[in-house]
């Protein structure tokens, strides 16, 4: 099993920034892919974004694309996205997940979190 945990989210006006976190615990494993997702009221949950626990690789969904920057501290097994120029639309509850493959994918996750709100006022 593995257990993940977000913090990071809040109120924060269009425009602005917040760095997610997601802190990974129990069996985890260098040969693994944490990712992000999010869903709003009313709509489906969608990728966001993921990376590789070893190595390099990085991916984004468009949306995210020139906004949002993934980085990750082995030590500490914690993944941060990080988010710039928040509008409206990000507003949604975001999830990390973790992949037990070092591949990178939009689906295919086996373990999720709580959930963290994300509100971006306009």
């Known amino acids: 099993q593995v257990q993940l945990v977000e913090s990071g989210g809040g109120l924060v006006q269009a425009g602005g920034s917040l760095r997610l976190s997601c802190a990974a615990s129990?069996?985890?494993?260098?040969?693994?892919?944490l990712g992000w997702f999010r869903q709003a009221p009313g709509k489906e949950r969608e990728f966001v974004a993921a990376l590789r626990m070893s190595g390099v690789g990085t991916l984004y969904a468009d949306s995210a694309k020139g906004r949002f920057t993934l980085s990750r501290d082995n030590a500490k097994n914690t993944v941060y996205l990080q988010m710039n120029g928040l509008k409206s639309e990000d507003t949604a509850v975001y999830f990390c997940a973790a992949r037990l493959s070092s591949m990178l994918a939009m689906t295919g996750y086996d373990y999720w979190g709580q959930g963290t709100q994300v509100t971006v006022s306009s």
């Open positions: 129990g069996r985890t494993s260098s040969n693994m892919a």
